[in-house]
Nanobody, 116 residues
Framework: QVQLVESGGGLVQPGGSLRLSCAASGFTFGSAAMSWYRQAPGKEREFVAAITSTGGTTNYADSMKGRFTISRDNAKNTVYLQMNTLKPEDTAVYYC?????????WGRGTQVTVSS
């Protein structure tokens, strides 16, 4: 059974940092491309960042470039999202997604709130 469990969310002040983790199980993690998405209240889910199965290539949404870093540890079956210089508009539920062959799997998300 595929499972993706996000953690690391919480309340942070503007300008602060958080590191999200997504622990994967139930599939061959090292064969899956991984990505992060987010969904703010009243808005559609949007792409944040992605990383290839080997970690050799990453991709970011324009508004996250230079502030967010996606990485993965295939030995730990975990993908990370380091978020720096957080802004109130980064407030959202952050979701982890795994893409394996033609299938996609989603986690349940972790809440990130940026507020003073």
């Amino acid at each position: 059974q595929v499972q993706l469990v996000e953690s690391g969310g919480g309340l942070v002040q503007p300008g602060g940092s958080l590191r999200l983790s997504c622990a994967a199980s139930g599939f061959t993690f090292g064969s899956a491309a991984m990505s992060w998405y987010r969904q703010a209240p009243g808005k559609e889910r949007e792409f944040v960042a992605a990383i290839t199965s080997t970690g050799g290539t990453t991709n970011y949404a324009d508004s996250m470039k230079g502030r967010f870093t996606i990485s993965r540890d295939n030995a730990k079956n975990t993908v990370y999202l380091q978020m720096n210089t957080l802004k109130p508009e980064d407030t959202a539920v952050y979701y982890c997604k795994a893409r394996l062959l033609l299938l996609s799997y989603w986690g349940r998300g972790t809440q990130v709130t940026v507020s003073s």
